[in-house]
T-cell receptor
């Protein structure tokens, strides 16, 4: 059973540019969440998508956005990149139904460096 | 505000010694609790989870954790450390009413000494 796939693994972008990251969840999982990991702020929740709808959003500026497609694949976009956006971006998938299915499976992440 | 506290950002143990990583949360309502491990340049791997069943939860790689409501704690233990256990460990919580959002502790870097 394939895991959560995130592409690309590494990205280098310049301040002011925009970037799109991709996440393919485990087959059958319909919920995709995104987290940002930085040395200073730790792991912070960005947003969750389920059935192509954003269900929950963390405390991030509007430059951070996302979407989910009918096959449950998700993308997140960051516009007007700032140096502080340099981070490991992690995607997690879940079935989102039933208490026993709580707990997300994470991908290996995309390491974004803004220069 | 609801929070997760991991006591000790760095823990060192000798190979074969007991591993104890501490996690406390702030909530009067028992939440869902998780431990994740992260190896360098990798994502997060789920070690174990508590979802209101047995208070002693067994996970992968010989780890276990005990949910103590009175102490609002969910400490992670392993009887005998192995060199391959060296990694960063994160306690995470889904608080009641948080719409399934994981709130993470700041992490504990475990070093295993030969």
């Amino acid at each position: 059973k394939a895991g959560v796939t995130q592409t690309p693994r590494y990205l280098i972008k310049t301040r002011g540019q925009q970037v799109t990251l991709s996440c393919s969840p485990i087959s059958g999982h319909r919920s995709v969440s995104w987290y940002q990991q930085t040395p200073g702020q730790g792991l912070q929740f960005l947003f969750e998508y389920f059935s192509e709808t954003q269900r929950n959003k963390g405390n991030f500026p509007g430059r951070f956005s996302g979407r989910q497609f009918s096959n449950s694949r998700s993308e997140m976009n960051v516009s007007t990149l700032e140096l502080g956006d340099s981070a490991l971006y992690l995607c997690a998938s879940s079935m989102r139904t039933g208490e026993a299915n709580y707990g997300y499976t994470f991908g290996s992440g995309t390491r974004l460096t803004v220069v | 505000a609801q929070s997760v506290t991991q006591l000790g950002s760095h823990v060192s143990v000798s190979e074969g010694a007991l591993v104890l990583l501490r996690c406390n949360y702030s909530s009067s309502v028992p939440p869902y609790l998780f431990w994740y491990v992260q190896y360098p340049n990798q994502g997060l791997q789920l070690l174990l989870k508590y979802t209101s069943a047995a208070t002693l939860v067994k996970g992968i790689n010989g780890f276990e954790a005990e949910f103590k409501k009175s102490e609002t704690s969910f400490h992670l233990t392993k009887p005998s450390a192995h060199m391959s256990d060296a990694a960063e460990y994160f306690c995470a919580v889904i608080f009641s009413g948080s719409a399934r959002q994981l709130t993470f502790g700041s992490g504990t870097q475990l070093t295993v000494l030969p």
